[in-house]
């Protein structure tokens, strides 16, 4: 078994393989970001990598999960507008509600609050949020509805008692 090359050297012997998969996933625009993040990583995890391990296919795996990545971030930065748009709340209180919902997720328990959080602000699918809370992807989906139904009732009894207070 030969000894583990410097690092300086598997990113001059890899550095094109990594850039064509960046490229690939990612386009010519954000393939340079894919092909840094892939070699931050890789440098951080290298020591721990054994000697004979192929440093090609573990770079390529890098660069495809951190091309996926930026995907995913890229798809979730908001899109700029001239002017928000005015919707009235359907809770029936002033404003647009987001406050509300934002503090009825807050009341919710943990893992229905992760899973609402995951799976419905952040767009993952539940096979992805069961991975994030240690479960199955159905029981993040059961977690996800449990939340949604307890969310209801939160909303409900927010513009009720809101409804209440300006009875004359």
């Known amino acids: 078994m030969e000894p583990k090359k410097p690092f300086e ?14 490229r690939a996933v990612l386009g010519d625009h954000d393939a340079e970001d894919g092909w840094s993040e892939t070699f931050l990583s890789a440098l951080k995890a290298y020591p721990e990598l054994p000697a004979g391990a192929n440093v090609q296919a573990w770079l390529v795996t890098i660069a495809h999960r951190k091309s996926i990545d930026i995907v995913r971030s890229r798809n979730r930065r908001p899109v700029p507008v001239d002017e928000l748009p005015v919707r009235p709340s359907g809770l029936g209180i002033p404003g647009d509600g987001r406050r509300e919902v934002l503090d009825a997720v807050g009341q919710l328990p943990p893992k229905q609050r992760q899973a609402v959080a995951y799976h419905y602000l952040a767009g993952l699918p539940y096979k992805e949020v069961a991975g994030l809370l240690g479960g199955t992807p159905d029981a993040a989906r059961r977690a996800g509805a449990d939340g949604v139904k307890a969310l209801r009732t939160i909303l409900l009894d927010s513009s009720l008692s809101y409804v209440k207070e300006e009875a004359p």
């Open 9 to 22: 050297l598997v990113v001059r012997e890899h550095g094109p393989t990594v850039l064509r998969v960046c």
